[in-house]
């Protein structure tokens, strides 16, 4: 048997391992327990899988191959990426852990939106349901081809198959997600998140250590030599690099982690955790990608347009075929780990903030998880439609995918982040932020990010920032209880 086979194979073999174990020991549990993992969650799963489900393919893939190609002003989107994790941890983790607790004990973002203001106007929790749906849909689709793509330089069968390859990943996820919910999704990110640094560590390192690097490449006084200065690049680059980072803090699928953790005194260790896997993360993908252009067979990837192969070609050149495979099977649990926890989140938004309150107030734990795996499975069946099609349509619904950030951090970011720090902050102004962030977002996408070259986060942000601030201020001030609920979100002594 082909070794990188035999790697890939043993690497499934455990993931789906995961969701039958989950499945088996969890089966009577409901709605919360598939949902949320029951609050249970310890700080080492919640850091991993906060930041193996943040981080996709891209990260193996996207993220080494655009600095190869288009040099250093790339670095700022790392730069803005570890900023931005770091800032989410530091301020917002602890505290939407207590405040989603608080609030009626929120097991989605959209219901703790609603619950944080104690209103039973279900207008912005079916907005948030919505948006998501779609959003998430999408990005599920866009992970199944970054599976599919890397299943093809694996088996060489597949790779004129797309279609087989697609199905094979996409049947992967849906079963351990399907079964295990959120307490598989997040032990397979874990090890997912261990396997993606260890191999964005290893590739490097060994890379470094090769025979065939034309080091005259960081040769300053060459002419074609390679700019290492990051301050070079233009101001638009560096804005926007820095900009990604405020992404973060409307991340639903990120933020659920934090509501997540067993209680808010594990914050710190994870945070800690977090933080570091993600600056070793980003450094050494830019470390292989400025390596990588020393590189013999580099520059025939550029040329063809497949820059984003880069660390396929050199797992494959520098190691042994079975750890290479385990290498490869890196960027297949970066995949995974961003769409199991997409599907959860899609899958428990409808059901939580759609299915429940407005089609079946009365519906029972057991019958609201399972509405929650049928919907699992829709929304990979709707996904794998789009990732399988065919023609122009098909690529403009994936080059949407990159906007998709954008649009949750202008819509959401602004808002989470004045409902945990602002205590007169409203109702109407959340969603005031809500809509004018993610319209500005779309708009300057549509009219003005070519022309500037600023991402389109930064004035969605900004925007809805500026709309909840004031229509929060034209509107009449909360209740006494929303006070008091804020005070007992924030108060030391809560037992959580």
């Not at 073999?13 to 969650?41: A, C, P, Q, T």
């Not at 990005?139 to 694996?154: H, I, L, N, P, T």
């Not at 074609?224 to 973060?248: E, K, M, R």
């Amino acid at each position: 048997m082909n070794l990188e086979l035999a790697a890939f194979i043993l690497y499934f073999v455990v993931v789906l391992g995961i969701g039958l174990f989950f499945f088996l020991r969890s089966k009577n549990g409901g709605e919360k327990d598939y949902f949320l993992g029951g609050r249970s969650m310890g700080p080492w799963v919640t850091a991993m899988s906060a930041q193996a489900s943040d981080m996709s393919g891209w990260l193996l893939m996207g993220f080494p191959g655009s600095i190869l190609a288009f040099g250093m002003g790339q670095v700022w989107i790392g730069i803005g990426l570890a900023l931005g994790t770091s800032l989410n941890w530091i301020f917002v983790a602890k505290r939407l852990r207590r405040f989603s607790k608080a609030a009626n004990d929120s097991i989605t973002l959209p219901q703790y939106l609603s619950n944080r203001f104690l209103t039973k106007n279900p207008a912005l929790q079916i907005i948030c349901a919505l948006v998501f749906l779609v959003f998430f849909t999408i990005y599920v689709a866009s992970s199944f081809v970054a599976g599919a793509k890397v299943f093809g330089q694996v088996f060489p069968p597949l790779a004129d198959k797309p279609t087989i390859a697609l199905v094979i990943f996409a049947a992967i996820i849906i079963v351990y997600t399907f079964l295990g919910g959120f307490k598989a999704v997040c032990w397979t990110d874990f090890f997912q998140g261990i396997m993606m640094l260890v191999a964005l560590l290893a590739v490097p390192i060994v890379l470094y250590w090769a025979k065939d690097l034309d080091m005259s490449v960081f040769d300053t006084t060459l002419e074609n030599s390679l700019n290492l200065n990051p301050f070079s690049s233009s101001w638009q680059d560096i804005v926007s690099g820095l900009a990604w980072g405020l992404g973060y803090f409307g991340m639903p699928h990120i933020l659920v982690r934090f509501m997540s953790i067993k209680n808010s005194k594990m914050i710190k260790k994870s945070a800690t955790i977090g933080i570091i896997w993600v600056v070793l993360s980003l450094g050494a993908a830019i470390a292989m990608a400025l390596l990588g252009r020393a590189y013999a067979t580099s520059a025939a990837l550029v040329e063809a347009g497949q820059q984003e192969l880069i660390f396929v070609t050199l797992a494959k050149d520098l190691f042994p075929a079975f750890i290479a495979g385990l290498l490869l099977s890196a960027i297949v649990a970066a995949a995974m780990s961003t769409a199991d926890s997409q599907l959860l989140v899609a899958s428990s938004s409808f059901t939580s903030d759609i299915y429940k309150p407005v089609f079946r107030k009365n519906a029972s734990d057991k019958e609201t998880l399972w509405v929650g795996r049928i919907v699992v499975l829709i929304i990979a069946v709707i996904a794998f439609f789009i990732a399988n099609s065919k023609g122009d349509g098909a690529q403009s619904i994936m080059n949407m995918v990159g906007n998709a950030w954008g649009g949750f951090g202008a819509a959401f970011g602004p808002v989470i982040i004045l409902s945990l720090f602002w205590k007169r902050f409203t109702y109407k102004g959340a969603i005031a932020g809500v809509i004018g962030g993610a319209v500005t977002d779309v708009l300057w996408l549509i009219f003005l990010t070519e022309s500037t070259g600023v991402y389109e986060l930064l004035p969605g942000f900004v925007v809805g920032a500026l709309c909840s601030i004031i229509v929060t201020l034209i509107d009449k001030k909360p209740g006494k209880d929303v006070d008091e609920l804020y005070q007992r979100a924030i108060d030391a002594s809560i037992d959580d």
